[in-house]
């Protein structure tokens, strides 16, 4: 079944997931918990075991910033696909960061599912990788 496209609401979205990114990559990642779900969960490259609950997710990406130094943070090419109180949205990134004294530079892809309860969006999912080996 096909869903109308909310502008309105994929701008919500975005900004949303604009939000988060910009408290983990400017240095404030206790600033997830107003936007991660309780019971949210995350598979990510560097994790064996999936991250579950909203503690644990903000827990991981605070590991993240406390190693790291972030250069730039980029979202390319986002898509927004909206399922009533439910949506998907993915991008590509490009970031550049200082860890363990060498300067990384990362591409990949992220995907979030958010949730719309009490009137505001939560990310309840979450996976990220880097663009596979060529």
């Known amino acids: 079944m096909s869903h109308p496209f909310d502008e309105k609401v994929a701008a919500e979205l975005w900004a949303t997931v604009r ?11 206790d600033r997830l918990r107003d936007y991660f779900h309780d019971a949210m969960v995350a598979v990510t490259p ?20 406390d190693a790291a130094r972030i250069h730039y943070w980029r979202e390319i090419e986002p898509s927004i696909q909206i399922y009533e109180d439910a949506a998907v949205v993915t991008y590509y990134f490009d970031m550049s960061f200082d860890m363990g004294g060498k300067t990384v530079h990362s591409e990949g892809r992220e995907m979030y599912f958010f949730v719309r309860e009490n009137g505001r969006w939560w990310a309840v999912a979450n996976q990220f990788s880097p663009y596979p080996a060529k």
């Not at 910009?22 to 404030?28: F, V």
Request: net charge neutral.
């Open 19 to 29: 939000a988060m990114n910009d408290a983990w990559t400017k240095g404030d990642p």
């Open 46 to 65: 560097v994790d064996r075991n999936r991250l579950e609950g909203g503690e644990a997710c903000v827990a991981g990406w605070k590991r993240f910033c």
